[in-house]
């Protein structure tokens, strides 16, 4: 079983940017696609980015297309969310997830995933 940890969260202008980390320990990280996932208040948690066991197949939500980027380190067991060009509806608690699938395959439903973070608060200001 993993647990993950994500961090990296906080407050930050609109047009500005945040890194999240998601720190993972208790299993074998490349065994793991990995995801990131959002909830803002009196919405349903919903897909951001995802990325396969070996890094190199990514799939990203279009409403952060061209704005967000994730990556893993597989050697420090840790993804990555850079987020930049910020917006106000971008505020939300960020979840990072693991999920069992074989190497290249993704999925976006939470639902897929196996073991999932307590979440940072991401805030973006107008």
């Known amino acids: 079983q993993v647990q993950l940890v994500e961090s990296g969260g906080g407050l930050v202008q609109a047009g500005g940017s945040l890194s999240l980390s998601c720190a993972a320990s208790?299993?074998?990280?490349?065994?793991?696609?990995m995801g990131w996932f959002r909830q803002a208040p009196g919405k349903e948690r919903e897909f951001v980015a995802t990325?396969?066991?070996?890094?190199?197949?990514?799939t990203y939500a279009d409403s952060v297309k061209g704005r967000f980027t994730i990556s893993r380190d597989n050697a420090k067991n840790t993804v990555y969310l850079q987020m930049n060009s910020l917006k106000p509806e971008d505020t939300a608690v960020y979840y990072c997830?693991?999920?069992?699938?074989?190497?290249?395959?993704?999925?976006?439903?939470?639902?897929?995933?196996?073991?999932w973070g307590q979440g940072t608060q991401v805030t973006v200001s107008s």
């Open positions: 990325i396969s066991r070996s890094g190199t197949r990514t």
């Open positions: 208790g299993g074998t990280f490349s065994n793991y696609a």
């Open positions: 997830a693991a999920g069992v699938f074989p190497n290249l395959v993704l999925y976006t439903p939470p639902s897929r995933y196996d073991y």
